[in-house]
């Protein structure tokens, strides 16, 4: 059953569409912390969501170009966001760079991110493409023959859970 739950679980992930990314997990958005191993460890999809959470005032965050990024100033500075737990749209499928614009980002505050284009079709192959999570996705659906139906309404129903606020 646990097995089962697990598999409802990627699908809720699927249907529920959008994923929230929180910035450094637990960490939040702070300094001294390497957000590249943060964001190597994340797919990122257009229509998930990137969040920073952080003390307001302290901290902030600003999107920047790759120049901007690299070097922590304001260089295509194209959007900024202070409310201190700030969900951010990623519209597109590009490479995004946030960094803190109150002097922290020289002390690691800038995290680099790629969006990929929206997730496979059913008869897409995706799993190729998006490795584990695809993959996840590919292994239950060859892992609901008769109980596809019954799995199917436990997705939704997890799914509307998952997308309450
Ligand atoms: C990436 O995620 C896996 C699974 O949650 C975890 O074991 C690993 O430590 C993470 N790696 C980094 C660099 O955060
Ligand atoms: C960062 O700044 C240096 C000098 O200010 C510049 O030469 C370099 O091109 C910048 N980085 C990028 C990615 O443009
Ligand atoms: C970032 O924006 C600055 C200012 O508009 C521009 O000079 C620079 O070439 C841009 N860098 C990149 C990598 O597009
Ligand atoms: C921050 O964004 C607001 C609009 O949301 C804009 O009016 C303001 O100029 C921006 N500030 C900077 C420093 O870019
Ligand atoms: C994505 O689009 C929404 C709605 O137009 C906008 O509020 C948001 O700032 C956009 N995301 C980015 C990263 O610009
Ligand atoms: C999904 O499939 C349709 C038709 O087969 C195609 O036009 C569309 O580009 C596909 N979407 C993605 C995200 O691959």
Redesign the pocket.
């Known amino acids: 059953m646990a097995c089962h739950l697990l598999l409802v679980a990627g699908f809720a992930v699927s249907l529920a569409g959008a994923t929230d990314h929180i910035v450094g997990a637990n960490h939040g958005w702070n300094p001294n912390i390497d957000y590249s191993l943060w964001s190597g460890n994340q797919t990122f999809y257009v229509g998930d969501l990137i969040s920073f959470r952080y003390q307001k005032g302290t901290h902030n965050v600003f999107e920047?170009?790759?120049?901007?990024y690299d070097n922590c100033t304001m260089?295509?500075v194209a959007g900024n966001w202070t409310s201190g737990k700030d969900f951010i749209p990623l519209n597109d499928s590009r490479r995004y760079y946030f960094i803190c614009g109150n002097g922290f980002c020289q002390a690691g505050m800038k995290v680099a991110i790629t969006v990929h284009p929206l997730k496979h079709n059913a008869t897409g192959d995706g799993a190729k493409n998006h490795g584990g999570d695809g993959a996840a996705q590919e292994a239950a659906a060859a892992a609901m023959p008769g109980a596809a139906v019954w799995m199917a309404v436990l997705a939704v129903a997890a799914a509307a859970v998952a997308i309450l606020p």
């Open positions: 920047v170009n790759q120049t901007g260089a295509g």
